[in-house]
């Protein structure tokens, strides 16, 4: 129920191993073209 995510489940992996690799928050939002916000997000679940 709910808004559907701006991500699926294999996008979302691949921004925590962007992350883990040092990939900047807003240059991974940039690449997805979603929000910075959204990435934070997805790295507060990791």
């Given at each position: 129920?709910?808004?559907?995510?701006?991500?699926?489940?294999?996008?979302?992996?691949?921004?925590?191993?962007?992350?883990?690799?040092?990939?900047a928050?807003?240059?991974?939002?940039?690449?997805?073209?979603?929000?910075?916000?959204?990435i934070?997000?997805?790295?507060?679940?990791?």
């Amino acid at each position: 129920m709910g808004r559907p995510s701006a991500l699926s489940a294999d996008q979302q992996v691949e921004v925590k191993e962007k992350i883990k690799n040092g990939e900047a928050i807003s240059a991974i939002a940039r690449h997805f073209e979603t929000s910075r916000q959204t990435i934070m997000r997805v790295r507060s679940q990791a």
